[in-house]
């Protein structure tokens, strides 16, 4: 029973991330509504803050955010922020 239980949760966990990578803006309405679910129930501002962060879009770029990914002119390296 609790097997059950633990595979069920890994795999609901793997499909919102999937779900979260696959279609963003889905992933930060999720994170949006847990936000304001949060913060109705009166949970711990860190967490409320999390989720508030992760419901915003992020900047888009190269790999890890560089604009320019192995660029010699402008010196970005692969992995660089």
Do not use: E, N
């Not at 239980?5 to 793997?14: E, G, S």
């Not at 790999?63 to 660089?80: E, H, I, L, M, V």
Request: with cysteine.
């Amino acid at each position: 029973m609790i097997q059950s239980i633990m595979v069920a949760c890994v795999v609901l966990i793997c499909a919102l991330y999937w779900t979260g990578r696959m279609f963003p803006r889905i992933g930060m309405a999720g994170w949006r509504l847990l936000a304001t679910v949060l913060r109705g129930m009166g949970a711990p501002a860190g967490w409320t803050r999390i989720a508030t962060r992760r419901a915003l879009p992020r900047a888009k770029g190269g790999c890890g955010g560089c604009a320019g990914c192995a660029d010699t002119r402008t010196g970005c390296q692969p992995g660089q922020k």
